[in-house]
Nanobody, 120 residues
Framework: QVQLLESGGGLVQAGGSLRLSCAASGSIFRINTMRWYRQAPGKQRELVATITSGGSTNYADSLKGRFTIFRDNAKNTVSLQMNSLKPEDTAVYYC??????????????WGKGTLVTISS
């Protein structure tokens, strides 16, 4: 069974940095696009950043320049480097990926999330 496990969340002061990581494990044949989402209290989940298997990236317009997504295909991991953090970045951050398992069918998986809290 495929699992995504996030790590790296925590409490940081405004202006600080944090790096989130997500590791995929289980019966994995190939991973296509990987993504980070976030959900702030009382708000809908929003897409933060995506990265394809070839390394092409996309970001939410409001986050360009502060967040960087990168991945290690050999280790089946995706990370999110977050700089110049603001209180409005406070949210639960979720890892998401399209993974081809034993069945050779791509399925979409979610991690359980990691909480990021930015204090002012």
């Amino acid at each position: 069974q495929v699992q995504l496990l996030e790590s790296g969340g925590g409490l940081v002061q405004a202006g600080g940095s944090l790096r989130l990581s997500c590791a995929a494990s289980g019966s994995i044949f190939r991973i296509n696009t990987m993504r980070w989402y976030r959900q702030a209290p009382g708000k809908q989940r929003e897409l933060v950043a995506t990265i394809t298997s070839g390394g092409s990236t996309n970001y939410a317009d409001s986050l360009k320049g502060r967040f960087t997504i990168f991945r290690d295909n050999a280790k089946n991991t995706v990370s999110l480097q977050m700089n110049s953090l603001k209180p409005e970045d406070t949210a639960v951050y979720y890892c998401n990926a399209d993974i081809q398992g034993r069945s050779l069918i791509y399925m979409n998986y979610w991690g359980k999330g990691t909480l990021v809290t930015i204090s002012s």
